[in-house]
């Protein structure tokens, strides 16, 4: 089991950008991020496996979003670019012990959430 840490949610204008960072208190193969809107499911954002080589997006944020990974510091981070008030959710990180999945379900560990809101 690992602790996951979300940081750098807050209140944006449209257009603007965010950097989420997570950090897992121990090595981490598989990380994803999910987002959750009021009254809507969590939902698949991105994902990355350990060496970054196997990356995937969410066709909402393809293009805008970039996962990244800095594993000498335990650390995944989302670049969020282009936010439109779509995007406001909380915001969370997970990891997998299987490979890259978008299933929230395929996740053991999880972080509390970071709040990323977009005014328009």
């Known amino acids: 089991q690992v602790q996951l840490a979300e940081s750098g949610g807050g209140l944006v204008q449209a257009r603007g950008s965010l950097r989420l960072s997570c950090v897992a208190s121990?090595?981490?193969?598989?990380v994803g991020w999910f987002r959750e809107a009021p009254g809507k499911e969590r939902e698949f954002v991105a994902v990355?496996?350990?060496?970054?080589?196997?990356?995937f997006y969410a066709d909402s944020v393809k293009g805008r979003f970039t996962i990244s990974r800095e594993n000498a510091k335990n650390t995944v981070y989302l670049q969020m670019d282009s936010l439109t008030p779509e995007d406001t959710a909380v915001y969370y990180c997970?990891?997998?012990?299987?490979?890259?999945?978008?299933?929230?379900?395929?996740?053991?560990?999880w972080g509390q959430g970071t709040q990323v809101t977009v005014s328009s």
């Open positions: 997970a990891a997998a012990a299987g490979g890259v999945s978008k299933r929230p379900t395929q996740y053991n560990d």
């Open positions: 121990g090595r981490t193969y598989v």
């Open positions: 990355s496996n350990w060496s970054g080589g196997s990356s």
